[in-house]
């Protein structure tokens, strides 16, 4: 049987953004007639929804013995869940938390919302801002990797990217803004947001003329 041999998990530590699990690397032994091996690795945990992860772990310079396998994958379960802020007070149960990014109010929106005054915008369409629980993105994401998904009244469907991500100082909720599609008809919206694999619950917005 095996006298040691030495395990690697190659990452960064804890406290780094998007770091799920730390480095951990030693020697160890075991006496003859072992057969199983607890190898700990600290598991950074957040709040940021996303698909269940791996990470390998590597038997390396081994004396003593001889493995069919020097490698094995170890899993992280991810345990949050993505949501969608609703209002508590809307005019229905289902009313997403959402305001004009631009000007702030509330809806209904119009699609095209902007004046043609205004200025910062590359066109008049109305971006509206969605918020978001357990959402961050990772090292090197682009806002474009959030989808919001948006059922028209007419039941048509539109994928839309987000134009900004971020999170919102203070507290636990990233905000989430959106380009309103050209084609997008009056009536109310059924929204829900999409990151790293993981869909939101459902919430509404109003569209009018």
Sequence with gaps: MPDSRRAEVRC??????????ETKSGAFSFQPGTTTFTIPVKICGDTSAEA???FRITLTNITGAGFIFTQTIGT????DELGMILEDGGPVQTQAAAIDAYFAVRDPFRVFGLPEWFVGAPDQNTRVMLFARNLQLNPGETASGVIVRMVASNSQIFDVPAEDVRLIPGTEFTQVVIKLPNTLVPGTCTVSIRAHTRISNTGTIRIVQ
Excluded: K, L, M, R
């Design 76 to 79: 992280i379960v991810n345990d």
């Design 52 to 54: 269940n992860e791996t």
């Design 12 to 21: 960064a530590a804890c406290g780094t953004q998007g770091v799920d699990y």
